[in-house]
C-alpha cells in the first residue's frame, strides 16, 4: 500500500467524526461540490447525494442505525497532480463495505460506498465455497442429481420461490446466479422455448455492439478466445450454457399473466401460463427483467388498412431473406433501424431510411479505442479486471458524466471527420446529443437514438442506403408511405425501428395500470432533455432499487449494467428474507396518486 | 525480474554454447545427476534425458534442426540455500517455447523444455481473438450459426475431419477444445447419448476425489463458487456445457467399430455406428480418448452359470438400491471398490469387501492439506494459477517422483498413525507402494490399487463393512464364492472391481491386435514394480506422444492430465496438419514385430 498522509488523515478524520454522529464534522471534509454516491451501504437505495446539505440530510437519518466504522484505505492510492483516489473499505451494522474516495487539496470530491456482502450471510466463494461432498457415510445419502431433480419438481408448486423474475434474458439470468449464490429460491419465467431465445429470436446479422471485456456475467467470464463481439446465437448459447451450470430454475415457455401484491401477508399472488397450463404463484418478491425496454411501441400510423405491404415493428423482423428485390422503407435511425437496413440491403432489396430526428453515430473501431479504456485487453493487461472496472465506473456520479463525455465526443470528431462529413454529404442528420454529451449519455437518458457503426454508415454514405432525414411519417398509402412535407415514398416492405416503451408498461399489463403509473417511467437520469423530463433524479429512475410499489422491482439493462447491479438487487432481496432491516432511505414518492 | 549473476551467466553459457552447436560445451554446463525434460520443443516427443550422456545424444541428433535461440529468464528467480529456479523462454525453427530451470551451485540438475505455441500459428486469444465481425455491409454474410450449422451438417460428410478423436469425456473434450482454438478440423465420437455421460452413467454416489483446484478444463476454469468436490452429474452438465460452449462437433450415440490406416495416402478409413446407421469417416489422424482405461477386465471366474445371484462389473454398478438387505461380496480394494462398499451399505446391504491385496488409503482431508499445495486456495492466493501450478508439476522429472513422494508419505503416516492403526486393526490391508512412494506413484505406475478416503475406511475400521483380506477368488457357487483357503463366502449379489485392460485393448479390437501389441501397454513408468514391470522409460507409455503406429495416438488421464497434456497433442496434430516438419527423436520401437 502506497498511503499518502492526505489520505490517511482524511479517512482517521472521517472515521473519527462519523463516530461521534458528528455529521457538520463529516461535512467540513467534503468540498462545496462534492459527490457521495452510495449503492445500498448508507440508504438502502441507489442514490447519490449531491453538495454538502444532502450529505448532512442523508447522515442525519442514517447514521445512527448504519453505524459505519472500521474505514481503511486499501490497495494503492493513485496520486494525480492535487488528486488522491484510492479504494476504501469499511463495515456497517449490516455488512462489509467497499468504495472508492478522490481527494482533491486534501478535501473529498467524491466518495462511493457500497455494501459488498451482509453479516453472517457471506456468499461463499474460494476458501469459504461449499464442499460439495460429506467426507462420511450416510445411509440417507442425497446427492446432488437427486437434490437438484427434487427442487426443480417442487419449485413453483409445494415449494414457493421468495423472488419471481419475470424475463430469462440476461438479466433474469445473472439476477438469478446471484440469487442461488446468496441461497435465496428464486424462479425465472421465460415466454421463450429456450434460456437465450430472447437473443436468438433477434434479426440474422445481430452482433453485439459492446466489446467482450464489457459483456461478462457475473462469476464466470466468457474465455479469452471468445470473439470480441459475439454474435447473438452464441450468446443465446452461453446464456442457455451459464444457467445450467449455475443450476437456476427456469420455466421456459411460460408468461406472466396477472400479478397481485397482498400487503397483510407480504405475498404476491402471480397467475403464469406455463405450456399452455395455468399455474398459481406466490413469491413474496416480484422483480421484473424483461429486457432494457418495455414492450414495442405501437405502430400508430393512419392508413394501414389500405397498405397492400408487408408492415412489421423492427422487433418481429428476422431476416432480409423474403425481401430481395422489394423497396423497403425503414422508419427510424438507431441501431436496430441501421442493422434492418444493412440486412435488406445485403439481401437484395431497394432500401430508405425514413429519419426522424438526429441520431448519433459513432464509429465502433474509434469508441473501441476511445471509449472503453477500462473494458479492453489493455486494461486486463494492467490488472483492471471486470469487477475493478465496474467499481470504477459506478464511482463516477452520473452527474459528472456528461463533462467527462463531451470531452471524449471532442476527440472522436476531431478523429472521425471524414467520417461525419460523408455522413453529413449524404443527408444523414446526425448530432452528439442536445448538449454534445454523446452516446453513452443518451443511452442513459432515454435507451434510443444512437448507432454505434459497424457497416451502415458506408453504406449510407454511399448512397446505397438511401435516407430521408426530418421524415415525419404521416400515414400509410396502398403503395407506401406519405411523409409531412407531401412526399409519397414506394415501399413494398415497412420496417418500423420505432422503439420500445417503458419498462413499467409491463407493470401496467401485469400487475395494474395505477400501479404503472404510480411507479412512473423507468431508466432516465431526469436530464431534462427531450425523452428525459426533469427533475433532475442523479440515477437512473426505478432500477435496481426500491420503487413505490412495495416487493416490486425492475431489472434490466445491457449485460454490463445487468452483471453490475444485480449483485446490488440480489443483496436487497436477501436482506428481506433474511429479515435484516433496511430502512429504505428517499424511497421515491407515487408519480400520480393511483396508489 | 530479481535475476542472480549465477542464472544469467548460466543462460548466456548456454546459449552461446547451443548457438556453436558445441554439444560438449552443454554437457559441461550440467551436473552427472541431471534431468532434461522435454515436451516437443527439441524431441516433437514427451522424452526425459537422464544424465549427460542422453543429453549430448538427443542435442546431437536434434541441434542442427531445432536451432533453438533468444533464452531468456523470465520472472522472478527463487532462491534456496544453493539452488536457483526460474522459468525460462526461448525459440526454436518451430515455434516460442517456454521452460523452467533449475541450478544447484550453479549448475544445472533439472531443466524443463516445452512448446507453446507454434511459429505462424499461433493460438488466438487476449489481444489476437477472433473479433466475431465484419465492421461492413456484405451482401454475402454468412452469420455464426448459418456457419457453425453448414459445418456440423458438412461434418463427416461433405468435409473429413483432420483428427478423429474416439470418445467424449473429459479427455475427448479438452482436446477437441484445444484444437478447435487452433484451426484443426476435429470431430469427436461418443458411444453415449450425451456429452457427460460417461460421468452420469457411474455409481449414484461418484464424486470427484481431486479438488476443483487441480480439475479446471482448458480455457475456462470453474467458477470460484464452484464446490471442492464435484459430483459426478455434476462434471457431466459442466463437460456438455462446455462442449457447446467450445463449439465442438460432436456425433453422440456413435460407436467406432473399425479402423485401417492406408499409410499411402495418410488418412485412415473409419467405420462408425451413429444412431445406429453406419458411416465411414476419413480422418488423417486417430486418437483414442476411451478414459484413463480401456476397456473392463472380463470377470473370469469358474462356475458363474451356478451362482444364483447378481453379478456384474463395477463398471455396471449403478446403484445399491435394489441390493436393501442382501448379502453383498465386493471383489477388489481399490476407489471404485471403496465406493461400491460404502454405496450398499448405505442402501442397508450386508457388504463385504474381498480384498486380493494391499491397497493405499489415503484420508482425503490430509490429502488436500498435505498433497495438493499448488493445487489450492493457497496457490491461488499465492499468484499460482492453474498453468503455472501445471508448469511446476511438468518441471519435476518422474525419476525424482519417488524420493519427493516418499517424503510426503512419512508425513502423512505420522499425522494419521492413528487411522492406519484402526484400518489395521479391522484387517484391512494397506501399504504406501513396494517402495512407500505412495498413491500418486501408484497412479502413475498402474493407474489401480488406492483409495482416497472419503467415508469408506470408517465403516471398514467399525467393522459395518466387513473385510477379507488375502482373498483369492477361486470360483463362484451357488451361494456366492469360494476363496483359495476353502473359506465360503455367501453373497446374493458379486461386485467385480476389478479394474480396466490397458488403453490399447481398445485398438486392438478396432484397429487389430497386432497393431495393439505392437504398440505395447499404454501408461506406466517401467518402474519395475508389480503392474508396471521395466525397462525404465522415464514418461508414461505411448500417452500423449507419437506410438509406433503412424497417425495413431492415446489421449487420457484425469481432468488435470487431459488438461495440460491436451495442449502438447493438439499442437502435436496441428503441426502435422500444417505439413511442419516434426522429426520424432526416439520413437518407440515396435514391442512385438507384429507392425
Not at 60 to 80: D, K, Y
Not at 126 to 151: C, I, V, Y
Request: charged fraction near 25%.
Amino acid at each position: 500500500m502506497t498511503d499518502t498522509p492526505q489520505l490517511g488523515d482524511w479517512i482517521a478524520a472521517f472515521d473519527r467524526a462519523l463516530s461521534y454522529r458528528d455529521v457538520s464534522g463529516v461535512a467540513d471534509l467534503f468540498h462545496d461540490e462534492c459527490y457521495w454516491r452510495d449503492l445500498l451501504a448508507f440508504t438502502w437505495n441507489i442514490k447519490t447525494m449531491e453538495g454538502r446539505p444532502e450529505i448532512v440530510e442523508m447522515l442525519s437519518e442514517t447514521l445512527s442505525h448504519v453505524a459505519p466504522r472500521a474505514w481503511r484505505v486499501s490497495g494503492q492510492a493513485e496520486i494525480a497532480g492535487n488528486t488522491v483516489s484510492s479504494w476504501i473499505t469499511f463495515e456497517t451494522a449490516a455488512g462489509v463495505c467497499k468504495g472508492r474516495l478522490t481527494l482533491v487539496d486534501g478535501k473529498c470530491h467524491i466518495l462511493m460506498t457500497a455494501l459488498d456482502d451482509l453479516h453472517g450471510h457471506e456468499e461463499p466463494r474460494g476458501r469459504t465455497r461449499n464442499k460439495g461432498l460429506t467426507h462420511r457415510a450416510d445411509p440417507h445419502r442425497r446427492t446432488w442429481s437427486e437434490l437438484r431433480h427434487e427442487e426443480t419438481r417442487r419449485m413453483g408448486h409445494e415449494d414457493q420461490p421468495y423472488v419471481l423474475i419475470v424475463g430469462g434474458g440476461q438479466g433474469g439470468i445473472a439476477l438469478g446466479a446471484r440469487l442461488r449464490q446468496l441461497g435465496v429460491p428464486a424462479l425465472i419465467v421465460e415466454k421463450n422455448a429456450r434460456a437465450g431465445d430472447s437473443w436468438r429470436n433477434r434479426y440474422r446479422s445481430l452482433v453485439l455492439h459492446d466489446p467482450v471485456w464489457y459483456d461478462h456475467l457475473p462469476y464466470l467470464e466468457f474465455p479469452e478466445n471468445w470473439p470480441v463481439f459475439t454474435p447473438k446465437d452464441k450468446l443465446g448459447d452461453w446464456l442457455e450454457a451459464y444457467a445450467n451450470i449455475f443450476e437456476l430454475e427456469i420455466w421456459q415457455s411460460t408468461s406472466c399473466d396477472k400479478a397481485s401484491f397482498d400487503a397483510e401477508n407480504g405475498l404476491w399472488t402471480v397467475e403464469v401460463t406455463r405450456d399452455g397450463k395455468p399455474v398459481t404463484l406466490r413469491p413474496a418478491q416480484l422483480v421484473f427483467a424483461t429486457g432494457a425496454y418495455g414492450p414495442p411501441r405501437e405502430i400508430d400510423i393512419p392508413g394501414g388498412e389500405e397498405f397492400a405491404g408487408t408492415l412489421i415493428h423492427s422487433s418481429a423482423y428476422q431476416s432480409g431473406e423474403a425481401f430481395a428485390g422489394k423497396t423497403c422503407a425503414v422508419i427510424g435511425a438507431a441501431s436496430s433501424a441501421h442493422d434492418v437496413c444493412v440486412d435488406l440491403w445485403e439481401a437484395g432489396a431497394d432500401v430508405t431510411m425514413l429519419q426522424r430526428s438526429p441520431s448519433i453515430v459513432v464509429r465502433s473501431e474509434t469508441l473501441m479505442d476511445l471509449g472503453f479504456e477500462i473494458y479492453s485487453e489493455d486494461a486486463v493487461a494492467r490488472g483492471i479486471t471486470v469487477d475493478v472496472a465496474d467499481m470504477l465506473a459506478a464511482s463516477v456520479p452520473f452527474a459528472l458524466f456528461p463533462d467527462q463525455q463531451r470531452a471524449l465526443y471532442q476527440d472522436i470528431r476531431k478523429r472521425d471527420a471524414a467520417f461525419y462529413d460523408r455522413l453529413a454529404a449524404a443527408g444523414f442528420d446526425f448530432d452528439f446529443g442536445e448538449d454534445d454529451s454523446g452516446l453513452m449519455m443518451k443511452a442513459l437518458r432515454t435507451a434510443s437514438g444512437y448507432y454505434i457503426d459497424v457497416g451502415a454508415s458506408d453504406l449510407i454514405a454511399n448512397g446505397e442506403i438511401k435516407v430521408i432525414s426530418g421524415a415525419d411519417v404521416v400515414a400509410l398509402t396502398p403503395d407506401g408511405l406519405r411523409l409531412g412535407d407531401g412526399q409519397e415514398v414506394t415501399a413494398d416492405v415497412v420496417v418500423a425501428c420505432i422503439g420500445y416503451q417503458s419498462m413499467n408498461e409491463i407493470v401496467a399489463g401485469i400487475v395494474s395500470p395505477e400501479v404503472a403509473s404510480a411507479i412512473g417511467p423507468c431508466w432516465g437520469l431526469g436530464s431534462g432533455v427531450r425523452g428525459d423530463p426533469g427533475p433532475w433524479q442523479g440515477e437512473l429512475r426505478n432500477m435496481w432499487k426500491p420503487t413505490v410499489a412495495e416487493n416490486l422491482w425492475f431489472h434490466g439493462g445491457n449485460l454490463a449494467l445487468s452483471r453490475f447491479y444485480s449483485r446490488f438487487l440480489a443483496l436487497q432481496l436477501k436482506a428481506r428474507m433474511e429479515g435484516i432491516k433496511t430502512p429504505v432511505y428517499r424511497r421515491p414518492d407515487p408519480v400520480q396518486s393511483g396508489l
